[in-house]
């Protein structure tokens, strides 16, 4: 058998556990009208951390909030894994937990490329698709740091590493404010315990999962938004020169301009918001981008 999270040995404060291939995944539904909208985290992120925006949206469609194999109140399992094996898992997930086709997925950075993976292999059940600052292949052309210049991030990262969990609080903190405080708690217990799972899920990113969904095919022709992330991440910042992420930041836009033109209804949308916070820093940006991708479905 799987074998459990630590922080499944509490009962989650939402949803409840499915079994899907042997292990129990959470997913946590609300409202009750169509298409559903299903969230994918980005690497480091739970289902949870989409609550601001889950109920919101549940207020005019069905929302869907989980988390993957290896994440928050999921079983364990080997991490990393392709871009495939989330959207399949996702799949079956739906499935078992009686949530019809087609969706709008939302996907965040690492989410968002096992959305697209989704869309590539399943392109009947998906409706829609919204993209928070995702994964994307031309990442892999992006410019590279200086041997130097990753020696000074070494340097910095080093008190940080030291004690991860008075660096990181604070963040968490102001990230989850406007959070229950019983759900804030467990949330920021569980992100100051479970950072090296983000690196492990993301690790072969470059690697593999860019390749793979360059590689997957056409998205199908459906409403697709991108939101591009514009503001320099507080969680980036304290490892990457600002000069740096504000280059990133240029060349992002461009290409996630072609990318939402890669499809006949796509559109790209700017943010003042970090990568990490785009969803807590412009959740109604969030909000009115996947509303206006149901009403472009159900019209």
């Not at 499935?95 to 096992?114: F, N, Q």
């Not at 590279?144 to 991860?164: K, Y």
């Not at 804030?184 to 983000?198: M, N, T, V």
Request: proline share 7%.
């Amino acid at each position: 058998m799987p074998k459990p999270s630590p922080i499944t040995a509490c009962p989650p404060p939402f949803g409840r556990r499915y079994t899907v291939d042997g292990r129990q995944l959470l997913l946590h539904r609300s409202g009750d009208a169509g298409p559903a909208v299903v969230f994918l985290p980005g690497a480091g992120l739970i289902g949870l951390d989409f609550l601001n925006i889950h109920e919101a949206v549940s207020r005019f469609t069905t929302s869907v909030i989980y988390d993957r194999g290896g994440t928050g109140w999921s079983d364990e399992i080997a991490l990393p894994r392709s871009a495939a094996a989330a959207a399949d898992e996702l799949r079956a997930l739906l499935r078992t937990a009686d949530i019809p086709p087609p969706y709008v997925l939302v996907g965040h950075s690492l989410g968002g490329a096992y959305a697209r993976r989704y869309a590539q292999r399943f392109p009947d059940e998906t409706a829609g698709l919204v993209f928070l600052d995702p994964a994307h292949e031309a990442y892999a052309s992006l410019p590279r740091q200086s041997l130097m210049a990753q020696l000074r991030m070494g340097l910095t990262m080093l008190p940080a590493a030291l004690d991860m969990r008075k660096f990181y609080r604070p963040m968490f903190e102001r990230m989850l404010a406007a959070w229950p405080e019983g759900v804030r708690q467990s949330l920021i217990e569980y992100h100051l315990g479970a950072w090296r799972k983000s690196l492990q899920e993301a690790s072969n990113l470059q690697s593999d999962v860019l390749a793979e969904i360059a590689g997957g095919g056409a998205l199908p022709d459906i409403p697709l938004i991108v939101l591009t992330a514009m503001a320099i991440d507080p969680f980036q910042a304290a490892f990457l020169p600002e000069a740096y992420l504000r280059e990133l930041n240029a060349r992002k836009r461009e290409f996630y301009d072609d990318f939402a033109a890669s499809v006949r209804r796509g559109e790209n949308r700017v943010v003042d918001a970090g990568h990490s916070t785009l969803h807590t820093d412009r959740s109604g940006a969030v909000i009115d981008a996947i509303r206006d991708v149901v009403t472009d479905i159900r019209a």
